[in-house]
């Protein structure tokens, strides 16, 4: 948005991941550079990260565990206090759920089939959350959302019986963003537009 030129660029750019996190930096180098293109072009920046990973009406947990119809959704996984995921009910066939990932998320999906054919309990974290596979499972969950996990969850997964989907970190992450946005544009009247970049990843 920045680099489209001050004609086309917004007065504000709402993102998941901002440019600072856990503490203050200094403002050098890459940074400075992101910074000095946003201040020159005065441009705001907003950056929500966990805020709107589990924020509880347009969060990225909140927003999936909604469009997928999960019953009694409660909130799991305690960080310093917040809970991270959300958890809730749905049966379904487990193949019916990963095609379902894969048309809303529009992302290619990888699948750690650890546990049941058919879903009854579903817990969503969404980004890098694939150490959080035992919390899921505390929680109930038979089947567990989440965008990327390293190599020994596959072992995690089979071993605590539970189904793993890895979504994409960018797609998982991205429905929040959307949901903010729509929500402002509501509450307050201004127009917005969403800029697709997906990774892949």
């Known amino acids: 948005a920045v680099a489209a030129g001050s004609d086309e660029a917004p007065p504000m750019i709402l993102v998941h991941h901002g440019l600072f996190w856990d503490g203050t930096y200094a403002v050098s180098g890459r940074r400075y550079r992101r910074l000095k293109a946003l201040l020159d072009a005065d ?3 907003y950056g929500a990260h ?14 999936l565990a909604r469009d997928l119809g999960l019953s009694a959704p409660f909130p799991y996984d305690d960080y310093k206090g917040v809970p991270l995921g959300v958890a809730g009910d749905r049966t379904m066939p487990r193949d019916e759920l990963v095609a379902w990932v ?12 650890g546990g049941p054919e058919v879903t009854r309990r579903i817990g969503i974290i969404t ?20 965008g990327e996990g390293m190599h020994h969850t596959w072992f995690d997964a089979m ?3 539970v189904n793993v ?31 697709d970049h997906p990774t892949g990843m």
Do not use: K, M
């Not at 989907?165 to 960018?170: D, E, F, N, P």
């Open 43 to 45: 441009i705001a920046l």
């Open 50 to 63: 966990i805020p709107l990973d589990v924020h509880p009406e347009v969060g990225n947990n909140a927003v």
């Open 102 to 113: 894969e048309q809303r998320l529009n992302a290619s999906v990888r699948l750690i089939p």
């Open 127 to 146: 980004g890098a959350a694939g150490s959080r596979i035992l919390t899921a499972r505390e929680a109930g969950c038979d089947t567990f959302l989440t």
């Open 159 to 161: 071993e605590f019986g």
């Open 165 to 195: 989907i890895y979504a994409g970190h960018y797609a998982t992450e991205q429905v929040g963003v959307q949901a903010l946005a729509a929500h402002l544009s509501e509450t307050f009247g201004l127009p917005w537009e969403f800029r």
